[in-house]
């Protein structure tokens, strides 16, 4: 069974930094597209950033871009998210995504395999 596990969430005051990790269990995704959404209430699911199999390209949001950095290591089946200099219009739940066929996609809908998410609170 797949799973992939978020952690690292949590409030945090504008300004600040926290540091996302996204477990994978059940199989390897070391040939797979990795990828960050989130959602904030009343929203639609939005793209943060996407990373390639080797971790040689990445993609962010313009809303994230200069902030953020996502990166994975293989070994680990893990891919990680650096959030800094964060604004509250961050706040949303947090997902992890993997796809099962694609080595590089910013496409949600080519994403199988999701995170149960892990919130991420920015006061002002």
């Known amino acids: 069974q797949v799973q992939l596990v978020e952690s690292g969430g949590g409030l945090v005051q504008a300004g600040g930094s926290l540091r996302l990790s996204c477990a994978a269990s059940?199989?390897?995704?070391?040939?797979?597209?990795m990828a960050w959404f989130r959602q904030a209430p009343g929203k639609e699911r939005q793209f943060v950033a996407t990373i390639s199999w080797s971790g040689g390209s990445t993609v962010y949001a313009d809303s994230v871009k200069g902030r953020f950095t996502i990166s994975r290591d293989n070994a680990k089946n893990t891919v990680y998210l650096q959030m800094n200099s964060l604004e509250p219009e961050d706040t949303s739940v947090y997902y992890c995504a993997a796809s099962g066929l694609y080595s590089f996609t910013t496409n949600s809908h080519d994403y199988d395999y999701w995170g149960q998410g892990t919130q991420v609170t920015v006061s002002s």
């Open positions: 059940g199989r390897t995704f070391s040939y797979s597209a």
